[in-house]
């Protein structure tokens, strides 16, 4: 069974730092696309950031020069590393990956259960 599994989650007080972890397991052939997202109480799923196998990247505005997505193919595991927190990003934030189970079948979109991040003024 494919499973996202994020860590790294908690209580930080704000310009604080916290690392989260995405690992991927189960039978995968490969992972393409990566991403973060996130979803504050109240309001939709946004984007986080997302990053390509290759390491090709792209950033929210509002979180641009303060976290950086980061990936070890070799591993299955993507990370976020966020500085300077603020209290408007107390989110769940979500690990989302285009995986491929097989050589011959479609890549299939996945979903972390989350992992709760709150900053605290």
Known sequence: Q????????GL???GGSLRLSCAASGSIVS?????????????QRELVAR???GGST??????????????DNAKNTMYLEMNSLKPEDTA?????????LSVISPLRNY???GTQVTVSS
């Open 12 to 14: 930080v007080q704000a």
């Open 31 to 43: 992972i393409n696309d990566m991403g973060w997202y996130r979803q504050a109480p109240g309001k």
């Open 58 to 71: 792209n950033y929210a505005e509002s979180v641009k020069g303060r976290f950086t997505i980061s990936r």
């Open 92 to 100: 769940v934030y979500y690990c989302n990956a285009d995986l491929r």
């Open 51 to 53: 990053i390509t196998r």
């Open 2 to 9: 494919v499973q996202l599994v994020e860590s790294g989650g």
């Open 111 to 113: 979903w972390g259960q």
